[in-house]
T-cell receptor, first 111, second 113 residues
């Protein structure tokens, strides 16, 4: 089955610790995206990558970092510099036409 | 700057009744428009999309949407709502190709018996 996987589904971390969220796709899509979702805020773009070894900041990149070493993988690191990291994180990939497909999400709770 | 407005935060509809969710957008070029649906704690699923052609587009689960350029709107409709349609709905706009999308803040649909 082709799709996007995100792991883990739930993640708990202590304040001040960095944490990495996994995103893998087997759709052979070139572009991948990370969004943050908070209640009543919709989706806000953190980072995106259109090709391997290249990525751009989105609207709320501060306190986050990414890498894109392989086409199928786009991990997101939430660093200790992110002031309010507790949120639902969604990964997506897109076709050349622009239609985005989403993973099931990771809920991060910082204690 | 591009933006999407979904004026209704919550909408309650009786099961079997018709539904219309509103979406207004601001975009400088030819817009590529989407509607997505999200169940609690899940990812987003694409309902339908519009880039060009017939301004009335059909999607999955019996949904349709109409693009009205003069009103900068892309409203989502369904003639008869089922209890399983209760979810949050997001409208999004972007450009055709490798482009970022701008999402509205969502409309939560509640379905009453």
């Amino acid at each position: 089955d082709g799709g996007i996987t995100q792991s883990p589904k739930y993640l708990f971390r202590k304040e001040g610790q960095n944490v990495t969220l996994s995103c893998e796709q087997n759709l052979n899509h070139d572009a991948m995206y990370w969004y943050r979702q908070d209640p009543g805020q919709g989706l806000r773009l953190i980072y995106y990558s259109q090709i391997v070894n290249d990525f751009q900041k989105g609207d709320i990149a501060e306190g986050y970092s990414v890498s894109r070493e392989k086409k199928e993988s786009f991990p997101l690191t939430v660093t200790s510099a992110q002031k309010n990291p507790t949120a639902f994180y969604l990964c997506a990939s897109s076709t050349s036409g622009g239609e985005q497909f989403f993973g099931p999400g990771t809920r991060l709770t910082v204690l | 700057a591009q933006s999407v407005t979904q004026p209704d935060i919550h909408i309650t509809v009786s099961e079997g009744a018709s539904l219309e969710l509103r979406c207004n957008y601001s975009y400088g070029a030819t817009p590529y428009l989407f509607w997505y649906v999200q169940s609690p704690g899940q990812g987003l699923q694409l309902l339908l999309k519009y880039f060009s052609g017939d301004t009335l587009v059909q999607g999955i689960k019996g949904f349709e949407a109409e693009f009205k350029r003069s009103q900068s709107s892309f409203n989502l409709r369904k003639p008869s709502v089922h209890w399983s349609d209760a979810a949050e709905y997001f409208c999004a706009v972007g450009a055709y190709g490798y482009s970022t999308l701008t999402f509205g803040k969502g409309t939560m649909l509640l379905v009453s018996p």
